[in-house]
């Protein structure tokens, strides 16, 4: 009769763990199955000389607005679809971890700083049915977003005594070349303003723009003295502005034909075999009052950009061989931990890079 007991004593115990282990592992699943597999890795720290510079909420709202570029794409269904960050990791996964995701459940894993940190080596990878989009459903899909004011993002960081950074980032599920090589998943666009004001709650000035293209970048200001590392314009380096914008405060950013980067000035650039051209034609997207300000920590979709490091996408067609034609061609991380727009590192003067950036413009028309 012990024995029986006993027996039935030991199952207890067992049925008992076994159930306290199956709720255990129920709850890990939801965010711990994004754990990486290996945690010895080095940690990346955001790209932050500007972070210590940041200015009151309202005051980089008021820039923000003030200054949002308009912003011109070509309408062949290459470019996009524009879209929020949460769009693109709704009903993807991680490559890494092979978990399927949704942007809240993203979202409370980033919330804890070690696995934010953790977060630089991943792949986000969104569903399938946006790299599959056909180019006339990506047409319909880019005018939809501008209706919604989708996938611009802003901040403003104090850079001198009266003078602001005013960056605007846009971003593309999908950036495709002309050739299948050179496509990738993701794509982070900057048009970065030097804006001055003494009051900027109130007024403020646009000094120049800084466009970033393929690694290197051109500066362009109202009156056409831009300067460029290398390469050849065919157009003066000059801010455009949109016919009713008297006041000259929203500039006109044009998306590049057939390579997906933004140029404040139109034309055609020249760099080495390449020739990129970005001539002005398409629809327009009137970015103010759309801008997300990055600096709102209430904001999911910033909050998103500001703790993922790791890349956005993952797949992507370039490299190895074809290096010597297309570049190293990955898959982006946000702005945050790009040094080249966060925080200017293409010049030696980061405060004011055209100081730095001297070179004469070459065959200019």
């Given at each position: 009769m012990n024995f029986v007991r006993l027996l039935i004593y030991a199952f207890g115990l067992t049925f008992v763990w076994s159930s306290l282990t199956a709720c255990s592992h129920t709850r890990k699943t939801e965010t711990d199955a994004l754990r990486p597999?290996?945690?010895?890795?080095?940690?990346?720290?955001?790209?932050?000389?500007?972070?210590?510079?940041?200015?009151?909420?309202?005051?980089?709202?008021?820039?923000?607005?003030r200054h949002a570029p308009c912003f011109v794409l070509h309408d062949d269904g290459r470019h996009g679809p524009i879209l929020n960050?949460?769009?693109f990791v709704a009903g993807g996964s991680i490559q890494e971890v092979g978990a399927e995701l949704d942007p809240e459940t993203?979202?409370?894993w980033l919330s804890e700083p070690s696995h934010s940190e953790l977060s630089h080596t991943y792949h986000l990878q969104p569903q399938k049915s946006i790299y599959k989009m056909s180019p006339k459903k990506i047409a319909q899909a880019n005018k939809q977003a501008f209706a919604d004011g989708k996938g611009v993002f802003g901040i403003v960081r104090?850079?001198?005594?009266?003078?602001?950074?005013?960056?605007?980032?846009?971003?593309?599920?999908?950036?495709?070349?002309?050739?299948?090589?050179?496509?990738?998943?993701?794509?982070?666009?900057?048009?970065?303003?030097?804006?001055?004001?003494?009051?900027?709650?109130?007024?403020?000035?646009?000094?120049?723009?800084?466009?970033?293209?393929?690694?290197?970048?051109?500066?362009?200001n109202r009156d056409g003295g831009g300067a460029y590392p290398g390469g050849e314009w065919t157009v003066e380096g000059r801010l455009r502005?949109?016919?009713?914008?008297?006041?000259?405060?929203?500039?006109?950013?044009?998306?590049?034909?057939?390579?997906?980067?933004?140029?404040?000035?139109?034309?055609?650039?020249?760099?080495?075999?390449?020739?990129?051209?970005h001539q002005g034609r398409g629809s327009s997207y009137r970015t103010a009052s759309h801008v997300q300000n990055l600096d709102d920590a209430s904001n999911l979709e910033c909050r998103l950009i500001?703790?993922?490091?790791?890349?956005?996408?993952?797949?992507?067609?370039?490299?190895g061989i074809f290096k010597p034609i297309t570049g190293n061609v990955t898959n982006p991380k946000a702005p945050p931990f790009q040094g080249k727009m966060w925080d200017r590192s293409f010049a030696a003067n980061p405060f004011d890079p055209i100081s730095d950036m001297h070179l004469p413009a070459q065959d200019m028309e």
């Amino acid at each position: 009769m012990n024995f029986v007991r006993l027996l039935i004593y030991a199952f207890g115990l067992t049925f008992v763990w076994s159930s306290l282990t199956a709720c255990s592992h129920t709850r890990k699943t939801e965010t711990d199955a994004l754990r990486p597999k290996r945690t010895n890795m080095t940690v990346e720290k955001p790209h932050a000389p500007f972070i210590q510079h940041a200015v009151d909420l309202e005051v980089s709202d008021a820039l923000l607005q003030r200054h949002a570029p308009c912003f011109v794409l070509h309408d062949d269904g290459r470019h996009g679809p524009i879209l929020n960050p949460s769009d693109f990791v709704a009903g993807g996964s991680i490559q890494e971890v092979g978990a399927e995701l949704d942007p809240e459940t993203l979202d409370q894993w980033l919330s804890e700083p070690s696995h934010s940190e953790l977060s630089h080596t991943y792949h986000l990878q969104p569903q399938k049915s946006i790299y599959k989009m056909s180019p006339k459903k990506i047409a319909q899909a880019n005018k939809q977003a501008f209706a919604d004011g989708k996938g611009v993002f802003g901040i403003v960081r104090r850079i001198d005594e009266n003078v602001y950074s005013v960056k605007y980032f846009f971003f593309l599920a999908i950036s495709r070349t002309f050739l299948p090589l050179g496509s990738h998943e993701g794509d982070w666009l900057c048009i970065d303003l030097q804006v001055e004001s003494d009051d900027p709650l109130n007024r403020s000035d646009i000094v120049y723009a800084i466009d970033h293209y393929h690694g290197k970048q051109f500066i362009a200001n109202r009156d056409g003295g831009g300067a460029y590392p290398g390469g050849e314009w065919t157009v003066e380096g000059r801010l455009r502005f949109a016919d009713d914008d008297s006041a000259g405060q929203h500039p006109i950013a044009y998306l590049e034909e057939g390579a997906n980067e933004l140029h404040t000035c139109p034309g055609v650039y020249r760099d080495g075999p390449m020739r990129l051209q970005h001539q002005g034609r398409g629809s327009s997207y009137r970015t103010a009052s759309h801008v997300q300000n990055l600096d709102d920590a209430s904001n999911l979709e910033c909050r998103l950009i500001m703790r993922y490091r790791g890349h956005w996408g993952a797949t992507a067609k370039g490299g190895g061989i074809f290096k010597p034609i297309t570049g190293n061609v990955t898959n982006p991380k946000a702005p945050p931990f790009q040094g080249k727009m966060w925080d200017r590192s293409f010049a030696a003067n980061p405060f004011d890079p055209i100081s730095d950036m001297h070179l004469p413009a070459q065959d200019m028309e």
